[in-house]
């Protein structure tokens, strides 16, 4: 009889992903449905908390500009629906306003970049941590700290997820949100009639004898161009495949 020998089976490593292309469909989906959950209305609730993440920082721009440049802070609104506001007195009244969309994008930017790359996505999370603590301070409103609290859980629990890889898509969506800040201000004001008007109308009440359209096409057009080169600049840069990717962070808080 002939003797069978049977070869042993090997069996293959798992391809490294390559999620680079994923990260950009991904700023896509993201960018839609932050235009529904933000401006449609019953679903806006459900991101108040993310709502008041980046309205507070935006805020706190115009805030860190009046100080910077000798104003005094008279009073401060961070609320989901009414949008935010800051009464100051004195400063530099084009700086203190260009702070507000400017500090947006850089920081939108930032959390971008944590998107293309875990190691940074970890490092962000502790700030997107404090950054949704911090408005507590001012909510009252019992729906919004339950969900205050639910965000907070949520970003925790994806440190212990797949290596913490669903914290990149946490900075992601925070990212496209802060960085296009200037659609949902101006969103807020001409369809949900919000209470506190937008940065571009207080540029018309600064400038009037500039023409309105002016500075939306303005801020439109440099975060628009913001988000687009970030978005080239992480494609290129953290050209990492998973496996690289998750060896470059567990240098750091390993998970």
């Known amino acids: 009889m002939p003797l069978i020998t049977s070869e042993p089976v090997v069996e293959e490593e798992p391809t490294p992903r390559d999620d680079r292309l994923a990260v950009v469909y991904s700023e896509i989906v993201f960018l839609l449905i932050t235009m529904a959950f933000w401006t449609f209305p019953v679903i806006r609730k459900l991101i108040a908390p993310l709502k008041l993440f980046t309205i507070g920082w935006h805020e706190l721009c115009h805030l860190g500009a009046a100080l910077v440049t000798g104003g005094s802070i008279l009073s401060i609104c961070i609320?989901?629906?009414?949008?935010?506001?800051?009464?100051?007195?004195?400063?530099?009244?084009?700086?203190?306003?260009?702070?507000g969309y400017l500090g947006s994008i850089i920081f939108g930017s930032a959390l971008l970049l944590g998107g293309w790359n875990l190691l940074m996505a970890k490092i962000l999370s502790f700030f997107i941590a404090f950054g949704l603590v911090m408005p507590l301070i001012l909510v009252r409103d019992k729906i919004t700290i339950i969900l205050i609290a639910i965000y907070e859980i949520l970003l925790i629990g994806f440190w212990f997820i797949d290596h913490g890889s669903p914290l990149r898509w946490y900075c992601l969506f925070l990212g496209v949100m802060n960085i296009l800040y200037i659609l949902w201000d101006i969103a807020d004001e001409r369809f949900m009639k919000k209470k506190n008007t937008s940065d571009i109308t207080q540029y018309v009440l600064l400038y009037p004898s500039t023409w309105p359209p002016l500075w939306t096409t303005l801020w439109v057009f440099l975060a628009s161009a913001a988000l687009a080169g970030f978005s080239v600049m992480g494609y290129k840069v953290f050209n990492l495949d998973s496996d690289q990717m998750y060896a470059q962070a567990a240098r750091w808080l390993p998970t």
């Open 79 to 99: 609320d989901p629906n009414l949008g935010g506001a800051c009464e100051i007195e004195g400063g530099h009244p084009p700086t203190i306003l260009a702070a």
